[in-house]
């Protein structure tokens, strides 16, 4: 199932990725383990502060879905949401189909769409030149539920009921660049944040 954009915006409008990040916030529960990363992991930390966040921040891009779909699939018994970057998903755009194929119904991947590389200066990617349609690839790839809001008011209004259908699901949201913001930046070092990750998982989810 395809949910389209039902108030289709100006061409050039895009929300406000603080704006876009809470409306995850609100919409996730006590069941939910987020992982966000590059400029996303910059942000979250501002709008929520809950022991099954957990910022990935290494080195290299790329990682986060990846990661996500390990712990979805480690934890059946969570819904696992990663919000990732454009720039980082084209390191790996293999990771989609690695990610339908596994079936995971519990996992969510946000895409933050801002056509640029946020965190190394907000050079253009390749991807915005040629106007590639994620949501597109998405769907081609299999997942069985894909979604794209470019508009606010939409994503607030069916946002969270995307995020209750089938997954594995796809979620593409055209956001603003953050300019200035470089470099992802984690709110405590990382061994601190897997240790507080492995003690909320192991307590129960119900």
């Known amino acids: 199932m395809t949910e389209p954009n039902e108030n289709p915006a100006e061409p050039d409008r895009r929300m406000n990725l603080t ?6 916030a609100r919409a996730r529960t006590d069941r939910h383990v987020v992982v966000t990363n590059q400029g996303s992991a910059r942000v979250w930390p ?17 990682g986060a879905i990846p990661f996500a779909l390990g712990l979805a699939l480690a934890r059946p018994d969570r819904e696992v949401i990663t919000v ?5 998903l084209l390191m790996s ?17 946000v895409l933050i769409d801002n056509g640029v590389y946020e ?19 998405a769907r081609s790839a299999g997942f069985p539920n894909v979604a794209h809001f470019w508009d606010e008011g939409d994503w ?17 949201l055209e956001v603003e660049p953050v300019r200035g913001g470089y470099g992802p ?3 405590c070092p990382l061994l601190e944040q897997v240790t507080r990750l492995r003690e909320r998982l192991a307590q129960s989810s119900k």
């Open 156 to 172: 607030q209004r069916r946002g969270p009921k995307v995020l209750a259908l089938r997954g594995p699901r796809f979620i593409s």
């Open 84 to 88: 990732s970057g454009d720039g980082s």
């Open 93 to 109: 755009l293999g990771c989609l189909v690695t990610v339908t194929a596994s079936h995971a119904a519990n996992l969510s991947i």
């Open 46 to 62: 501002q709008i929520a502060d809950h022991p099954l966040d957990f910022h990935y921040v290494p080195s290299a891009m790329g």
């Open 185 to 187: 930046i984690a709110p």
């Open 119 to 137: 965190v190394t200066g907000c050079q253009k990617t390749p991807a915005a030149t040629a106007d590639v349609d994620y949501a597109g690839l």
């Open 19 to 24: 704006a876009a990040l809470e409306v995850l």
